[in-house]
């Protein structure tokens, strides 16, 4: 436990400025490879990979997971040597063959995270190979848990080498780290803890980093839905864009005239970024707002005040709203609204509920299900009627262009399939011949 504690203890004096990390080339040099490592495309609930690997002198655990039980232990991973000594680390506990010991610090929220554990082995007559478990490895063990992502590392990483690699993480996963800096594979500050620390709240991003062979041109986020920013092209290779906000309410406040300003405001990291424009998607269900054309992104000052508004590009029916601007970085924006559009909700933090992206999409009557492979541009439309009807399937760029139009008459149960060929995002909608939309998909294509 000692081991822990002074990690924790690095990790804290780091986040308030005691120690400074400066980037050099020394640094790129000795990046660091996990020697296992699961990425699943999509999360695995209740795990079971089991791998063989050396017996480690000392190791780094980093797991991507969330719980779905808070009150027990769960089982994150387990050491099983062949002669049957092991342990095993869970959300509250670390378990050995002879003892349970209590950890100071549980990880059993039901918010993803990411959780990095270092130890040294003190046994050091054993050469034989072990059994690296992650999850539970029998019937006997509980791992209800979600499992986005693992890596093992055959040795304690330097704290630098681990802040890079749980940077990777956090954008690719949507998760915010503890008030440390995000480093990239180059040594650049991405986003900086102390430059940014009112800021520091639901950082998501993406990026390109052929290090760890990621490559995402719109930013993921585990902990938020209410806005999301991409590109229609993937970005050079150690280029990223993120964003953080300042924590405030989801409400509106007078500004100037009849204008509101959203109370809720975010900063913009964009680094190696030059030519690329950047889409931003706001979920207007989340902004109380009865007419959403009225609705502008608005970009900010140092001392926020508006220096520009923006137009939406797109504004679908699902509710998202879409804008397209020119990144910078350290820029702030927001949302403006028309005083007689916007209610105002000025009461207590955190006063917005969350919506399921099903609910909004959904009709009481008819179930259309919409999937799309973003490598290839393949799209699949699952079609289920209550009633025979005549159908519209309608395929918009970011600028609203049609850019497919397909009408399909007096059909009850059908799966269409279609395919889009160049890279981009697109809006692909069915609507019936009233012209109601009864599915809309947001198509991204690499």
Not at 186 to 202: E, I, P, V
Not at 306 to 326: C, E, H, K, L, M
Request: overall charge negative.
């Amino acid at each position: 436990m000692t081991q822990i504690k002074s990690i924790l203890l690095l990790f804290a004096l780091l986040s308030v400025g005691m120690i400074n990390i400066e980037a050099n080339d020394g640094y790129r040099k000795e990046l660091v490879y996990p020697k296992v490592w699961h990425r699943p495309p999509s999360a695995i609930f209740s795990p079971s990979i089991c791998d063989t690997i050396n017996y480690p002198s000392s190791y780094t655990m980093m797991i991507v997971y969330a719980s779905h039980d808070s009150l027990n232990t769960q089982q994150l991973w387990k050491v099983k040597r062949m002669d049957s000594s092991y342990y095993s680390i869970g959300t509250h506990s670390l378990v050995t063959e002879k003892m349970t010991m209590p950890l100071h610090h549980k990880r059993s929220s039901s918010t993803p995270c990411i959780y990095m554990w270092q130890q040294t082995i003190q046994d050091t007559s054993y050469h034989d190979r072990i059994q690296l478990f992650i999850g539970a490895d029998s019937k006997k063990e509980s791992s209800q848990i979600d499992l986005y992502e693992v890596a093992y590392f055959d040795n304690r990483t330097p704290l630098y080498q681990s802040l890079v690699f749980q940077t990777y993480l956090a954008i690719k996963n949507g998760i915010t780290l503890d008030r440390v800096p995000y480093i990239s594979t180059l040594g650049d500050t991405l986003w900086d803890a102390k430059k940014s620390h009112d800021f520091y709240n639901r950082i998501q991003g993406f990026g390109t980093n052929q290090d760890y062979n990621y490559v995402s041109i719109q930013s993921t986020s585990l902990e938020d839905s209410i806005v999301c920013v991409f590109t229609s092209d993937t970005l050079p290779n150690h280029s990223y864009i993120l964003i953080g906000d300042n924590n405030e309410d989801i409400s509106w406040s007078p500004y100037e005239s009849n204008i509101t300003l959203l109370q809720r405001i975010w900063k913009m990291s964009a680094v190696g970024v030059s030519d690329n424009m950047v889409h931003i998607k706001v979920n207007s269900h989340y902004l109380k707002v009865e007419n959403t054309d009225t609705i502008m992104l608005a970009i900010l000052d140092k001392n926020y005040d508006v220096i520009q508004r923006i137009s939406p590009t797109f504004v679908a029916d699902n509710g998202y709203i879409y804008y397209t601007i020119s990144p910078s970085h350290g820029m702030f924006f927001t949302f403006s609204g028309n005083s007689e559009d916007s209610q105002f909700f000025l009461g207590s933090r955190n006063k917005t509920q969350q919506i399921d992206d099903e609910q909004i999409d959904a009709t009481p009557i008819d179930k259309i299900e919409i999937t799309s492979n973003t490598m290839d541009g393949d799209f699949v439309a699952s079609i289920h009627l209550i009633e025979r009807k005549s159908i519209e399937m309608i395929i918009q760029d970011m600028a609203g262009k049609i850019v497919y139009h397909q009408a399909l008459r007096n059909i009850k149960d059908y799966q269409y399939q279609g395919k889009i060929s160049s890279s981009g995002i697109y809006i692909v909608s069915v609507i019936d011949e009233n012209k109601n939309v009864l599915a809309t998909k947001e198509v991204i294509v690499y």
